[in-house]
């Protein structure tokens, strides 16, 4: 193994580069060399290593002659290019090679932020740019209104590139319009906003001196006709400021409960109380509905009460669904 001591110098004398042509055999054991020792070879005896050796010499003389001698076999650039190695030491740093999978993870980021960047300049593009920008409103869905009203009142989105369109903006532009409830908004690209209006239900007609008022479940008014006929739906003397507005709810919230079959057989609708509730069918018949509990339960049983065929020699002229596990007709 090589010796790890480091090499010491001493300046070389005046006096002793006279001294050059001294044969080398004159170098003493004490002398420091600056270069790594090879292991001894195993072939080689130790006994043959000593005979070769000289004889001993005091300390002092051995380490001055041994450097004297040093110095002259190496000479001035030697002997700095010695200095310079023991200092620097390059040959003793090693560079390995770097990892691969370092190098495909540099890669893989490397790829994706190129990705993420050209994602979000396409992104830009799309929000941004005038090629998607809304030309055509196609609205459907609409039975109390027409197409061309809702168009109209959503005229301020074109030129709106679609990805900026929201059904908020929708909605806001459509409020002055009572008869829709919601809408739904699909951008079909390049320049086609597609509007799907859901309107509110119309439940009943509420007199207003000569002209009948169609309301929904909330009592908004939807639209006003002169012929009551006209419209399938069964007429509330009076609305809201004629009862009460408690009364009308509960009244307005069964009406909204009924199918739209058995909603058209109706004539008008009362209540004198919130749990009192009745009904009046265009053939005479009355309707005792009571509160607005369970009012899903009691207009699927009013229903089937009124698909029974009718029997001439038994006539049924009220139907009691207040209790509607133990419906009764009489």
């Not at 041994?66 to 030697?78: C, R, T, V, W, Y």
């Not at 739209?260 to 749990?275: G, P, Y």
């Not at 265009?282 to 009124?306: M, P, S």
Request: aromatic share 2%.
């Amino acid at each position: 193994m090589a010796s790890s001591r480091r090499p010491t110098y001493k300046p070389v004398r005046p006096g002793s580069r006279d001294k050059a042509s001294e044969p080398r055999e004159a170098t003493q054991p004490g002398v420091i060399s600056a270069s790594k020792s090879a292991p001894a070879s195993p072939a080689a005896p130790q006994d043959s290593q000593r005979g070769k050796q000289p004889a001993k010499q005091p300390a002092g003389q051995a380490s001055g002659q041994g450097s004297g001698q040093a110095a002259k076999e190496q000479g001035p650039g030697k002997q700095g290019q010695q200095l310079s190695g023991s200092q620097a030491e390059p040959d003793n740093v090693l560079a390995f090679p770097e990892p691969k999978g370092k190098r495909v993870r540099r890669n893989v980021i490397v790829a994706s932020c190129i990705i993420a960047a050209l994602v979000a300049g396409l992104l830009l593009a799309a929000v941004y740019s005038p090629v998607l920008a809304v030309q055509t409103v196609t609205v459907s869905g609409t039975k109390l209104l027409k197409p061309a009203q809702v168009q109209a009142a959503l005229k301020p989105l074109l030129g709106t590139p679609l990805p900026q369109v929201s059904d908020e903006d929708v909605n806001a532009l459509l409020k002055p319009l009572v008869q829709i409830k919601s809408v739904t908004t699909q951008a079909h690209p390049p320049s086609v906003l597609v509007v799907q209006v859901h309107e509110r239900v119309p439940v009943a007609l509420v007199k207003r001196g000569q002209e009948y008022l169609l309301v929904d479940v909330d009592g908004v008014r939807l639209g006003a006709t002169a012929d009551p006929g006209s419209v399938k739906l069964p007429v509330i003397d009076g609305g809201a400021g004629t009862i009460g507005k408690d009364l009308f709810q509960a009244t307005a919230a069964v009406l909204g409960a009924l199918p739209a079959n058995v909603l058209a057989k109706l004539s008008n609708a009362s209540a004198k109380s919130v749990d009192a509730v009745e009904l009046k069918l265009v053939d005479g018949q009355t309707i005792i509905w009571g509160n607005a509990g369970e009012k899903e339960l009691k207009a699927r049983v009013l229903e089937a009460l009124l698909k029974v065929p009718a029997d001439p020699a038994n006539p049924v002229n009220i139907y009691d669904v207040s209790v509607p596990r133990h419906p009764v007709t009489r």
